[in-house]
């Protein structure tokens, strides 16, 4: 069964910088695209970025330019770096798998996401 783990949020100031991790298990890591949704209270979960297994990263237009989605197979782990972080980037940060799909050279945002992480949040405030 496919389990994945964010960890990495925290508390930030405006301008400042975090890498959240996605530890993943019980799949197999090489074959699947894997994104980062956050979600705010009262609002549906946004997709932001998305890696595909070939790892060539998409993303949102709210946070293009300034984060950066990587993979790192031996670990089976996806990070998302956050740059110049704003505070309307404060949110819960989940990562999501997408089993739909295997060995695809691109990715969408649009993805079927059906594994999901319990989130870590991430506040951005002064």
């Known amino acids: 069964q496919p389990e994945l783990v964010e960890s990495g949020g925290g508390l930030v100031q405006p301008g400042g910088s975090l890498t959240l991790s996605c530890r993943t298990s019980?799949?197999?890591?090489?074959?699947?695209?894997i994104a980062w949704f956050r979600q705010t209270p009262g609002n549906e979960r946004e997709a932001i970025s998305c890696i595909s297994s070939g790892g060539a990263g998409s993303y949102a237009d709210s946070v293009k330019g300034r984060f950066t989605i990587s993979r790192e197979s031996a670990k089976m782990t996806v990070y998302l770096q956050m740059n110049s972080l704003k505070s309307e980037d404060t949110a819960i940060y989940y990562c999501?798998?997408?089993?739909?799909?295997?060995?695809?050279?691109?990715?969408?945002?649009?993805?079927?996401?059906?594994?999901w992480g319990r989130g870590t949040q991430v506040t951005v405030s002064r």
């Open positions: 999501a798998l997408d089993l739909s799909r295997e060995w695809s050279a691109r990715c969408s945002l649009d993805g079927h996401w059906n594994h």
């Open positions: 019980g799949f197999l890591f090489d074959h699947y695209n």
